[in-house]
């Protein structure tokens, strides 16, 4: 007992001090059995939020991401390297708020030279806290690559380098072109001190970190070539003309179709039918949910040339594997989404784009858009840990619109995937479309309760309040779902929370 009271005492005061002790088992002189500890800073979740940050590891700062910096040593002990230390965060928003947090650090790894120690910060009920990656932590040369000493850049060129042998001219011009761009930025924020043209340089080349960071730890597949290489030019488009929008998140266009009046169009040589996505301090990206959303829109309206013109963009950017010797296909995600890892994968896409491509099957007769939609209905096979997105809840399986996060249960994405899933249905009455539509709406009808507050709905079970626009939504798939099953549960559902409008002096929604 009396060990634990000094132990906890010990804790305490590293806490209090924010410094490195003895105890903490780093010295910044090499003990006779020495292991280099690095670490590094993750760009990943809050990082976004922050103009500048700092983290503090004894009298070592790390203000920069994905790069390793060298803390100290810690003495081997057997076959194990324990690492333990006090992390100091300081940061400020781009709105000139600062915020801080301390954590005492403790892992155990295996023994080896090297080790290193990534950290990410994030958001945890409206507190900054800091955390290890336990999956990017490790002994460097074993678990860990060697190329996380790299810049993004250099292990981006290395890794293509392995696929052509020499980068071909396009994308070395590309690379040239977002390198000045970026300079352009930076120069004009160190000049003006102005933060937009800061948020600029660094969305600027996200998509260079993002996929450097990649070619860290893997090899790049033909479908990350392709993903970067359109990704690049698109940001290079932009960023050349503008510098980052005002708007936390907004969406551009490379062309003149769009459902909608609000995107920002950028006449050039891209002319591309996918929307992207600006999120800020992430750039530009291409999203299929958002893609295949607007197919979807067009279908409906009869604009068929166009709904087939995102498809068959889209379709030039789908990943296609074999599980249990079945072929399956997938809309990749590049880009960080809250506490997202990269390429990430969202079930409203994988339903609907199984939908949408049974319809161009339908519209047109040709059969590799029914091929398509096939192995897209495949990929509700695959297990989480393979980038799969369909979680086995108490209320049955939940198709999750960010499988990042089993945990949480969006209703939007989960319905429009069964949209998806009974429209694949309608064109080629397959019975396991049938089922897997039919055990996502028992589960719907299941889970429904907890998304219910008593005066409006919620997005997901660990999200407040919908916005009006996904409230209302909500209303309309309920409403679909009594249409397509005739089941008076939903109707009561989408009539109670039609309701909730009028008790707020909003004008409900029409349900016929």
Known sequence: MREVKIITFIVIMMLSLGCITVEDNISHSPPNEKVEVYIQVEEKSAVFEFSSFQVKVGNKTINELNKPVFVGYVQKKDNETEIIFVANVKATDWYGKKVTSKKLIALKLPAGERALVTLEIYYEDETLMIKVNPYKSGIIGKTVPEEIFMSPEEALVKRLQEIYGEIPPKISEEIQKNREIQEKFLEKYTTTGN????????????????????????????????????????????????????????????????????????????????????????????????????????????????????????????????????????????????????PWVSGYAQGMGAGLYAKAYQLTGKKEYLNTAKLLLNSFDLPLDMNGFVANTKYGPWYLEYNYNSNELVLNGHIIALQGLYYYWEVTKDEKAWKLFQKGVESTKKGLQLFDTGSWSKYSNIHGDASEFYHRLHIRLLKWLYDVTNDEYFLHYAEKWNDYLIYRGLPPEELG
Do not use: C
């Open 195 to 342: 933060l937009t043209y800061l948020r600029s340089y660094r969305d600027s080349f996200y998509v260079i970190r993002v996929f450097g960071e990649m070619a860290k730890w893997k090899k790049l597949t033909a479908l990350d070539v392709k993903a970067f290489n359109i990704t690049l030019k698109a940001n290079n488009e932009y960023y050349s003309l503008y510098p980052s929008p005002q708007r936390d998140f907004s969406v551009v266009i490379f062309s003149k179709d769009t459902p909608y009046y609000s995107p920002i169009r950028i006449k050039g040589s891209l002319n591309i039918s996918l929307p992207f996505l600006y999120y800020k301090g992430r750039g530009l990206s291409y999203y299929p949910v958002s893609a295949l959303h607007w197919a979807e829109i067009y279908f409906q309206r009869g604009s068929y040339e166009k709904a087939l013109r995102i498809l068959n963009d889209l379709h030039d950017l789908i990943y296609y594997g074999e599980h249990n010797g079945e072929e399956y296909a997938l809309f990749l995600n590049y880009f960080h989404f809250e506490n997202s890892s990269i």
